[in-house]
């Protein structure tokens, strides 16, 4: 298999296990990967290109160290893909969460947010939101919701750069 920019990490680490230490790593946030659960369900969202952003790499020295340590070429620079953050806040974050979830507690008990953020989702009313908070920026969940036509904000804390707030609107 060759290692690419959109790479699946299921998909890199069921060809390359030895990269499983490697990635954890140069991406901390993706330190809970020993876990099943986390590494399937993440796994199967994240790319290589997502990896690198979690973790504030450049997608193509990521890509390169990945590749060299499996005896592939390395390939040149390549285009980040663009974030779709909204720069300023919008005014429906401002209102009081349904629920918040502490994304960084349900990981560190191997169980990824994703399906009960899902089933919460289709319970609440159109307008109300929720909060996940994490220990690090969830791009991969971010992108599913944002699939699904829901309103994402996402933002760190002023005071807690590793303390990252995920807005989720109906």
Known sequence: MEIKANSKLFDVLKAYPELEEKIMKLAPPFKNLKNPVLRKTVGKLATIDRI???GNLEVTDLLNTLRKEVGQEEIGSTTPAQVSWQEGEPDWIKAKPIEQIDGTEM???????????????????????????????????????????????SRTAPDHPDQHFTFIRK
């Open 52 to 54: 690198a952003r979690i």
């Open 107 to 153: 990981l560190s008990r191997g169980v990824h947010p994703l399906q009960m953020i899902n089933k919460r989702m289709r319970e609440i009313k159109t307008g109300e939101m929720l909060l996940l908070t994490t220990n690090f920026k969830p791009i991969p969940l971010i992108d599913e919701m944002q699939k699904q036509n829901y309103q994402v904000f």
